[in-house]
């Protein structure tokens, strides 16, 4: 009596299964069978948050947990390495202070729409200065022209003389901070404004020209923007 060779059947069941995925293939096509996994996979998701949604809606705040806890802990990182950018900023344009001014939501209008905010988060700046990271917290830009004008032109630099043609209100602020000359350039993450990398000056002598000026503006808000978006 002639055995079976050891492995024969498996082999004859693989065969099998091919021959009979070819057929369902050729009957169905790929995209049809492609979508009845996607319809299935969706009825299950359906069904898991369906049946239990205090364990789906579990697993989904840990998920957002985990994913926000991660990113502090980048930005913790990153830190010293945002600070040292500022300081170079500011020794390489010889400024008073220098400074980031973040985006982000601070509610909702009654159309859904977002109220677009900023919060001074970093700043170098000398002893001399007052102007304190306390006082620029949940800033409305809607309140100040200039914020759209450096979203539709990507930077302004000049004196507080020019700044009152363009945001009077902003201008006037920074007056009673000593302020003579001040700039701004945008800084993007992805796919959204990060926010701007700016500068001050309380008087007129160290002040260099506005092309080096953006050249060093746009020089460290590339060094810095990665940094802030943690893709480092």
Do not use: C
Request: proline residues 4%; aromatic residues 12%; glycine residues 6%.
């Amino acid at each position: 009596m002639e055995e079976t060779p050891q492995g024969s059947n498996n082999a004859g069941n693989v065969v099998g299964w091919i021959e009979r995925i070819v057929q369902i293939v050729k009957k169905y096509g790929l995209q049809q069978i492609f979508m009845s996994f996607l319809v299935l996979f969706i009825a299950i998701m359906v069904g898991i948050f369906a049946f239990n949604p205090n364990e789906a809606l579990k697993r989904i705040e840990k998920a957002q947990n985990k994913a926000h806890n991660e990113a502090v802990m980048k930005r913790i990182k990153n830190e010293p390495k945002i600070r040292e950018g500022l300081m170079n900023f500011k020794d390489e344009t010889k400024s008073d202070r220098t400074f980031i001014l973040e985006t982000h939501n601070g509610g909702s209008n009654l159309a859904n729409l977002p109220f677009l905010y900023v919060d001074l988060t970093y700043s170098e700046p000398k002893n001399s200065l007052t102007w304190l990271e306390r006082e620029y917290r949940n800033v409305r830009l809607s309140h100040y022209p200039l914020a759209s004008y450096i979203f539709n032109n990507n930077s302004w630099f000049g004196s507080i003389d020019e700044l009152k043609e363009i945001d009077e209100e902003l201008a006037l602020r920074l007056q009673k901070e000593d302020v003579m000359y001040f700039g701004m350039m945008m800084m993007y993450g992805e796919y959204n404004p990060l926010g701007t990398i700016g500068l001050v000056y309380s008087d007129e002598y160290h002040v260099p020209t506005k092309i080096e000026i953006k050249k060093a503006m746009f020089k460290y808000s590339s060094i810095i923007a990665p940094l802030l978006n943690n893709e480092h």
